[in-house]
């Protein structure tokens, strides 16, 4: 009697025991499917993550050319300054020489009509006798000059 009553016991416990160890394995299941779910959200995130890094790094080499490129644009712009006040310079200087071209050759143009007008025996003889005073050239810059003194030297 005992013995039937270890092994009603045992047959018991056999059963509570697989009952236990199925609930054991269905919720070891659930688990593994929660996980297998939170596994693909964690590998969906990551790889957002990648194309954002991806992203930022792109950025930050579209930065770092733009203010290259911001750089060498203003070392041009400088350069494009300095040309432009030499331009400016150049041009002031040669309309000043043109002005003073054209006073040249006014005067000259005078001189040699009055001395047609003279050879020609004046305005109705009115120049008759009369004498043309010298117009005194402009002074020259210290530039007109040195290029006489240079022409001179070399010439």
Same mark, same amino acid.
């Given at each position: ?65 733009? *203010? ?13 300054? *300095? ?13 000043? *020489? ?58």
């Amino acid at each position: 009697m005992q013995r039937r009553h270890y092994d009603e016991r045992l047959v018991e416990l056999e059963r509570i025991h697989k009952r236990h160890l199925f609930e054991l394995e269905e919720d070891i299941g659930q688990r593994e499917e929660v996980l297998g779910r939170e596994l693909e959200l964690v590998k969906r995130e990551s790889r957002a993550s990648a194309k954002r890094v991806q992203s930022a790094e792109t950025a930050i080499k579209e930065r770092d050319f733009n *203010k290259s490129l911001n750089e060498q644009l203003m070392r041009n712009q400088e350069a494009l300054r *300095k040309r432009l006040a030499d331009s400016e310079r150049r041009e002031a200087e040669l309309l000043a *020489k043109t002005k003073d071209m054209e006073e040249q050759l006014r005067d000259l143009t005078f001189h040699f009509e009055s001395q047609m007008k003279i050879l020609q025996g004046g305005i109705d003889g009115e120049l008759v006798g009369a004498e043309v005073a010298g117009v005194a050239p402009p002074p020259q810059t210290p530039r007109e000059k040195l290029r006489k003194a240079k022409s001179r030297g070399s010439g």
